[in-house]
T-cell receptor, first 112, second 120 residues
């Protein structure tokens, strides 16, 4: 059974810091891994999608890496801003079940 | 801009009544949409997969007679919570993918903004 874990559960940092959010999954048989952002009481916004054959994806200040063999992904946020405050979720599309399995998220707060 | 629209954003209803939630893909056709439920401080749990023109596929433990899903067109799926009870209070989120066929593994999912259901 695929399980997705995210650490830390919560993170509070001053503006300007570079951050690393971690995601691990137990079954490496995945089609892709996706990072989302969720603002309080809102739906999810897709940030980055990494195919199983890819090692990383970049969008602006965000960089996501994928090491499928070790079951890990990291989301790197450069020069964090208060507007980055949100919950970040990773999810894997599991090959064996064709289902998107979510982690429990990292709640990020960036203070001025 | 938003590519998936979900309505209503909030609804309060009395126990025993039914509530319908709509999910629309705004600028693309979605043969498959997904319905998730999220409890406070927990991750999203897939409830069912909605397929246009056919019956929805429900996850284990989800009552299909309680959570009625209708995918009547390529841009609209609805979730009806029938005979709602306080334990049905939750945050419901739909999603859709631009991909063709049943599910495009190369396309990211786009999510609605969710519906906060409170059953009193």
């Amino acid at each position: 059974k695929q399980e997705v874990t995210q650490i830390p559960a919560a993170l509070s940092v001053p503006e300007g810091e570079n951050l690393v959010l971690n995601c691990s999954f137990t079954d490496s048989a995945i089609y892709n891994l996706q990072w989302f952002r969720q603002d309080p009481g809102k739906g999810l916004t897709s940030l980055l999608l990494i195919q199983s054959s890819q090692r990383e994806q970049t969008s602006g200040r965000l960089n996501a890496s994928l090491d499928k063999s070790s079951g890990r992904s990291t989301l790197y946020i450069a020069a964090s801003q208060p507007g980055d405050s949100a919950t970040y979720l990773c999810a894997v599309l599991s090959y064996n079940t064709d289902k998107l399995i979510f982690g429990t998220g990292t709640r990020l707060q960036v203070f001025p | 801009g938003a590519v998936v629209s979900q309505h209503p954003s909030r609804v309060i209803c009395k126990s025993g009544t039914s509530v319908k939630i709509e999910c629309r893909s705004l600028d693309f056709q979605a043969t498959t949409m997904f319905w998730y439920r999220q409890f406070p401080k927990q991750s999203l749990m897939l409830m069912a997969t909605s397929n246009e023109g056919s019956k929805a596929t429900y996850e284990q433990g989800v009552e299909k007679d309680k959570f009625l899903i209708n995918h009547a067109s390529l841009t609209l799926s609805t979730l009806t919570v029938t005979s709602a009870h306080p334990e049905d209070s939750s945050f419901y989120i739909c999603s859709a993918t631009r991909g063709t066929g049943t599910f495009s593994y190369n396309s990211p999912l786009h999510f609605g903004n969710g519906t906060r259901l409170t059953v009193t």
